[in-house]
Each structure stands twice: as structure tokens, then as C-alpha cells.
């Protein structure tokens, strides 16, 4: 447990020493290394539900002004349904939890901004760096402030030909250590979806498809011809799974994945030539590591003219929409 997590929990119930642990609270969330807006603040205090959102769908997975709008109406959509967005970034060096519009606009607008996982965490810190953080990244922040539910459009996964490359992301062993339930449409059809099951399995993440279908979803497709080990049906049953894992105190997290709408949903062959086009590209291009995924979509988005941006988008949505009130109906089932 994260000691705001610890402080958050007890806040509401103790009530003699109530005052020194409001102090402690805010000295750490306003330290040297995190900075918690006020809302996200609030929300915390008073145990309310919170959506933590990643920012390298931002600052790397889509081009401007797309990026900016979708971290707008994605944060009033957590609202709309109930609880307060909490959108991670970094800041000159700081991790900032909750970002007001400016803020935004600085991760939208910026060039060269870093893509932060966990292995880049301390070094963006030490030096003072500006960035997104990826799904791994923004777990291991939400954990530390107290938040159980973070809404992302897609995680990262084992790469196709990653049984070579051992191109695996960080995101699928965080999921492993960290107790987060990370709500996403699934894993994009530019990876290796079978190998990325596998190694969520081997690394004792509960796994969920959202809805009336146990097909786990591809991103930008409804099907990816896998079955997901669990199924939800709605909002309650995924706070309650949730809910589950944080009483065993596993120390993983949940990955719940839910399917694009239909009518978003871009047609599946039109998409898989495109990354088959683009993956071709990246090879002959020499991309790899951590520029592979931004690659691919910004290439993927070009040659399918737009439409794979706009699913990524109205996915995003719809995930926020389910995330805000997943959080929603766990923080029923905590008080
Ligand atoms: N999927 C998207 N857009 C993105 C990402 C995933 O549609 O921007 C980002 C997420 O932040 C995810 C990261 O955590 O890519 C994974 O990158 P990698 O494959 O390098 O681990
Ligand atoms: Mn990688």
C-alpha cells in the first residue's frame, strides 16, 4: 500500500488524528517529486471516486490539436459520469497529478518531449525533464497517490516477431506488480495478441473482457480471435472484480478490456494492411524500442487516412465513459 493510499483509506474513519495526517498528505503530495492539483486533492480527502489517465497518448500517440481535444472531452467524460479525472504528466522534472488546461497544452503543444515508463522515471526526474507517461508509467503514479482505476485507449503488449526482437512493454509487468485496474480496449492489432495473453498470464494479471462477449478486442477491432480468461458484464461486476483483487492484497493489477463501439469500430482488413504496410516500413526504416509504437500509429493513422485517428479516439471515449463508472461503483463497494 502507498502511504496516500494508506492516509486516504484512514482519513475518512479515524477521526482523533485527523489533523497531523492531512498535514503529512499534503506535504508529500506537494513535495519536490509530485504536485496534486486541487480537485484531485479534494477528491482524495474526501474518498471520492477518482480516473487516473495517462498522457503519452498525448505527447506521442496522436498528432496535434486531435491529442489536445481528446484529453479535454475524455476528462469531461469522466466527469459527466461521476468522477474526477486525475491526468498524470510530468512537468519539468515534477509529477503532477491532475493537470489544469495550460498544463495540457504544454504535453500537447511541446516537440521532444520524453516517453516516460518506468525505467525513465528517475531520470526525467533528475533532470528536470518534461513528458508523457505511458500505461506503466501512470500506474506506478496512481498507486502511489491512492488511485484504483486508471482509463487508457489501448496497452502495450509483446510485439509481433517479439519472440526475436524481445520487444515486450513495460506496461504488462507492471500490470504484474502494481494494483491498478487499468481499463483499455484491449491490445492494439499492431502486436502479437496470443504472445501478449501469455505473458499477462505468466505474470498473474486478471484479465476481463468487458460487455456480452468473452472475445478479448483488439483495439480498433472488436475481435482479435482470443478469448479473454474472465468476462464482465457490466460496470458493477468489473468494480467488484477489482474490488476483489485489492482486498487479497495480490499487489497485480486487472486489465479490463472493452470493445470498441461497433460504430467506431474501423473495418478490421483495412486496418491490417495498413500495418502490415507499416510494419514492413519500420523494418526497412530500422525503427525500434520505444519509437516502434508511436511509429506505427502515426503510419497506420496516414495510410488509413485518418480513420484509424478517429476509432483511437471515439475508443478512448467510450473507455472513459465505462472507467468513470467503474470508479464510480468501487468507491460504493470501499465505504
Ligand atoms: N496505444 C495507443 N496509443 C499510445 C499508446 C498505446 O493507441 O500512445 C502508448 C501507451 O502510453 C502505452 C505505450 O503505455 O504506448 C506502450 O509503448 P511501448 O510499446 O513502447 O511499451
Ligand atoms: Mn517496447
Known sequence: HSMIGNLACTLGRQTGAVAPRIIQMRRFLHGTHFRVSSSVEEALTDGRPIVALE?????HGMPYPQNLS????????VRTNGS???????LNGRIHIGLNDEELQFLAKSKNLVKVSRRDLPYVLSQGLSGGTTVSGTMIVAHKA???VFVTGGIGGVHREGE?????????????RTAVAVISAGVKSILDIGRTLEYLETQGVCVAA???????PAFFSRQSGFQAPCQVQNEEEAAKLIASTLALGLGSGVLIAVPCPKEDAASGQIIEDAIQEALSNARSKGITGKELTPFMLQKVNELTSGKSLGSNIALIQNNARVGSRIAVALSKIQT
Open 210 to 216: 468487458f460487455g456480452d462477449s468473452r472475445e478479448f
Open 164 to 176: 526475436k526482437t524481445m520487444d515486450v512493454s513495460a506496461d504488462l509487468t507492471e500490470l504484474g
Open 55 to 59: 498522457s503519452t497518448i498525448i505527447t
Open 84 to 90: 474526477v479525472p486525475a491526468t498524470v504528466g510530468i
Open 70 to 77: 481528446m484529453a479535454r472531452e475524455v476528462e469531461e467524460i
Open 146 to 148: 491512492g488511485i484504483p
